[in-house]
Structure formats: C-alpha cells, structure tokens
C-alpha cells in the first residue's frame, strides 16, 4: 500500500511527464514547420515564389501548380492538362511555378526530391510527367525508393552522375519543407491547386476539362 | 435508482474517460506524424487567418494526446473533462459552419481532412460522434471521481 501522500506524488510526476511531452512536441512541431533558408534549392527554385520551382521566369502571366506526386487526382490532372501545359511552358507563354507537396508522406518527399534534382538537369518538365505517368497504385507503398526514381529520371533521358548523386543523397529533402511550409502560408488546402496571377482556377469546371482549361489560360493571356 | 447509480457511477466515470481519452490520445497520435496535413485540415474550415489555422495545426495533436493520456490515467479528471468537453464543443462549431456555408471538407479529426469532394462530406455523423463525446467530458465534470485512477 502506498500512503496517500505517495499517491499525490505520482500523480504530480504524472502531470509534469504529460505536460513535459506536450510541451517538447508544440516547441518541436512549431521549430520544424518553419521555413528553413539554409536549405539547399535547385538552381530553378525562387525563395520569392514560395520556393517554387519556376519555369520562364520572365514571361507572363504566371502559373502556380501545386501538385502531389502521390495524389491521384494530380495525375488526372497531369494526363488531361499537362499536355498543353507543357507545350505553354516549351513556347514561353506563361511563367509556370510547380510546388511539389509532400503531405501524402515519405515517397512524395523522395519524388518532389527527384523531381528538383531533374529541375537542375533542365529536365522538369518531362521527369514532372514521368512521375505521374508511373504514380504507383497505393501511397508510400515503398515503389519511390532511390533506385526507381533514378531509373525514372533515366528513361526521360536524364544520365548525369550528378543526378543520381543528388536522387540518392537526398539533396534537396530539405527543401521539401519549405515548400510545404510556404504552401500552407497561401492556402492551398488540396491538391491539386492551379492558381492563374494568384488567383485560383475554379475547382469544380476548370480541372478536368480541357477545353475550359486552354480558355481560362487564355483569358489570362497564353495565346 | 439513485442507489443503482450510485453504485455504477465510479466504473461509468471509467468508462467515460476511458471513451473521450482514448479517442483524443488516438486522434492526436494519427495527426502527429502529419502536421503538414493536420495543419491543411484546419486552414479547410476557413475560420481563422492562415497564421492561426497553421499554429492550431501543429499544436492541438499534443495538446489532445495530453488531454487523452490525463483522461485515461486519472488524472485531473474534472479539468480535463472540461478541456475535452470545450475541445469537442469547439469542433461541433467549425464543423457546423464548414456545413452551413457549404464547404466540402473532410474533418480531419483523425488526420487526414481538406478539401474533399462534396459527396464525401459526412458532417452530420461527426457532429453526432462530437456531441456524445462533449456529453462524456461533462459527466466527467460533475463526476470525477471513478475506479482506477490516479486521482484520489
């Protein structure tokens, strides 16, 4: 039997473990949901644009893509718009800023990752379409590791060591963060998320209709 | 009748903290490894400005976990049957407005949450679990004291 005053005791102890708990967990999510400027960014990557990684940085109007490279309804989105898109960004018609997410866990990290190493071998574009195009059928289902996603960066031409340096190592995980984190501070709830000039596309027309797409382009200014 | 209850009140009061600890200890610990997401969640409500929904977002995980493992332990169970009963209160708002303007939003309660489609939306059901759960936390209040606790 304990006495009562050691009853009292372990119940203090209690409340300073469960508050000491809490405490370090809001102290550490708050520090690591912070915007880090010593994170390594591909050439390509503007701190400005929300640590995007820009496109025809000159041209107008501008374009933000917010995709997941594990949501499927970024992959709709890919194969029904990306198309065009990626013939506007080949022509020079619009600066386009793709934000790659990483809500969806750890292979979205390891494919934004990849995704930013291609960005600094000019090959974004088509390494972007690649993902999609070999999305795997379940999140985090252990396909995106190292190995495949420098293979995928091979079959869309991508042969530097360099490139598999940077896939491997991890270079740009990081950055990641940063992007999420910026991402968050414009609101994007969902992805995936097409803003036109900072203003978003409508979700509900706009998205998977390709014809409505082009024209909400156009009425921007993509001739 | 008052005898009955009397009598089953302690291992009720158990029951109770058993039920509002455990879901906010596994609703906290299924948002933690995901802060990115829980913080989409609140910003999803459309309630608060960015800044606030974000913090909310990485804070109120652990603060459910504090709450739940206190809850399941007995300890200071009246404050925090009150906390949990004021946590439930406050979702049963953010989601009858979310209802009410039509957003199409997934709770979040459980991780996940953002925007969803609107066939997915079950506001009703989670509004009805968050009521029973509100109605624990102020039994809690008024009963406190229950079997297997650290409370004395």
Redesign the interface.
């Known amino acids: 039997m304990t006495t009562?005053s050691g009853?009292?005791g372990?119940?203090n102890l209690?409340?300073i473990m469960?508050?000491f708990?809490?405490i370090v967990?809001?102290v550490f999510?708050?520090i690591?949901?912070r915007s880090n400027s010593t994170a390594q960014v591909p050439a390509a990557v503007s701190e400005a644009e929300g640590y995007g990684i820009v496109l025809n940085p000159s041209a107008t109007p501008k374009i933000d893509v917010y995709i997941d490279y594990q949501c499927p309804a970024c992959r709709a989105f890919e194969i029904i718009n990306g198309g065009y898109l990626n013939e506007v960004i080949a022509q020079n018609k619009a600066k386009v800023v793709y934000h790659p997410?990483?809500?969806i866990?750890p292979e979205s990290i390891l494919a934004a990752n990849a995704a930013a190493c291609a960005a600094d071998e000019s090959k974004f574009v088509d390494m972007n379409l690649a993902l999609f195009q070999n999305q795997p059928n379940a999140e985090n289902s252990g396909v995106w590791q190292s190995e495949a996603l420098v293979a995928l960066g091979k079959s869309v031409g991508i042969k530097s060591n360099s490139f598999e340096k940077c896939v491997n190592d991890g270079t740009y995980v990081k950055w990641t963060n940063n992007v999420?984190v910026e991402s968050?501070?414009a609101?994007?709830?969902?992805t995936p998320t097409i803003f036109i000039n900072g203003k978003e596309m409508d979700?509900k027309t706009e998205y998977g209709d390709p014809v409505k797409f082009k024209a909400a382009l156009a009425a921007a200014g993509v001739k | 009748m008052l005898d009955k209850f009397n009598k089953y009140q302690p291992w009720l009061t158990l029951l109770a903290r058993i039920i509002l600890g455990g879901v906010l200890l596994v609703a906290g610990g299924l948002k933690v490894g995901n802060l990115q997401k829980s913080a989409m969640a609140v910003r999803a409500y459309e309630l608060l400005p960015i800044p606030i929904a974000n913090f909310l977002g990485y804070t109120l995980p652990w603060i459910e976990i504090g709450v739940g493992l206190l809850l399941i332990l007995g300890v200071a169970v009246k404050i925090n049957g009150v906390i949990g009963a004021f946590t439930m209160l406050v979702f049963i708002v953010a989601i009858a407005q979310a209802w009410a303007r039509g957003l199409s939003i997934d709770c979040g309660c459980f991780g996940g949450g953002g925007s969803v489609d609107p066939e997915d939306t079950k506001y009703l059901s989670e509004i009805i679990r968050d009521l029973g759960l509100l109605l624990l936390g102020i039994y809690l209040y008024y009963y406190p004291k229950g079997r297997i606790a650290l409370d004395k």
């Not at chain 1, 609101?187 to 969902?190: A, D, E, G, I």
């Open positions: 009562n009853d009292k372990t119940r209690v409340i469960v508050s708990i809490v967990g809001v999510s708050i690591s949901n997410m990483t809500f866990g999420a968050g501070k609101n994007v709830n969902s979700r």
